[in-house]
């Protein structure tokens, strides 16, 4: 099983951005699933989180950013909208997922660079 990201990239200030994250492989279920981010020098904090219906959002980002969940496809989305120069990190994707056993799964990340 692995996480596959995409979406990812440069835009300006005040500029959007969705990111995808797909489970590949056979699960028995997704428990839920979470957008993390890192900046540089920083340790890493979750951006968003989805599980059954409710989300969660950092206080930094509520009102700009929004998770959504295609459960057929096991696929979690992160729109990202009015983007700040602070929002830039490497965006990972982050899974709990049940195979028989629960497990905690981290996609490869993706860089989002957001201009002044």
């Known amino acids: 099983v692995q996480l596959l990201e995409s979406g990812g990239g440069f835009v300006q200030a005040g500029g959007s951005l969705r990111l995808s994250c797909t489970v590949i492989g056979s699960v028995f279920r997704v428990n839920g699933m979470a957008w993390y981010r890192q900046a540089p020098g920083k340790q890493r904090e979750l951006v968003a989180a989805v599980r059954e219906n409710s989300t969660e959002y950092d206080d930094s980002v509520k009102g700009r950013f929004t998770i959504s969940k295609d459960n057929a496809e096991n696929t979690v989305y992160l729109q990202m909208d009015r983007l700040k120069p602070e929002d830039t990190a490497v965006y990972y994707c982050?899974?709990?997922?049940?195979?028989?056993?629960?497990?905690?799964?981290w996609g490869q990340g993706t860089q989002v660079t957001v201009s002044s």
């Open positions: 982050n899974a709990d997922l049940y195979l028989g056993f629960t497990g905690d799964y």
